[in-house]
């Protein structure tokens, strides 16, 4: 079932004060912590209310800034060329192994 704009802004807020009080703060100190004034932080966890940007200012308040990127994750890849062509733009290239002539010294451990 598809949720309403209104339902995930309740949900959202109701998020975001249960993240709070699980830290031990009280609404005026994440709103000093954070930078998000005090009556928006009370929008913010009412009825799921405030900008963009004092939503990121309590995703990194409340110390969740990494799960952000999740919100819009990149689209399945369409085809298995796609998928080849993604993973060969993300993987950095492998330095060659150095060829040792000779004997290999090895360091002995030491144990402490």
Do not use: Y
Request: overall charge positive; hydrophobic content about 40%; glycine content about 6%.
């Amino acid at each position: 079932m598809l949720k309403t704009a209104e339902e995930l802004l309740q949900e959202l807020g109701r998020t975001v004060r249960d993240r709070r009080i699980a830290q031990s703060l009280s609404q005026l100190e994440i709103s000093e912590r954070s930078g998000v004034p005090l009556r928006t932080w009370k929008r913010l966890e009412g009825q799921g209310e405030g900008s963009l940007r004092h939503l990121i200012q309590a995703a990194i308040a409340l110390r969740c800034e990494d799960n952000l990127a999740l919100l819009f994750p990149a689209p399945a890849a369409a085809s298995m060329d796609d998928l080849l062509a993604r993973q060969a733009a993300t993987t950095t290239p492998k330095r060659p192994m150095r060829v040792l002539r000779g004997r290999a010294r090895v360091k002995p451990r030491v144990k402490l």
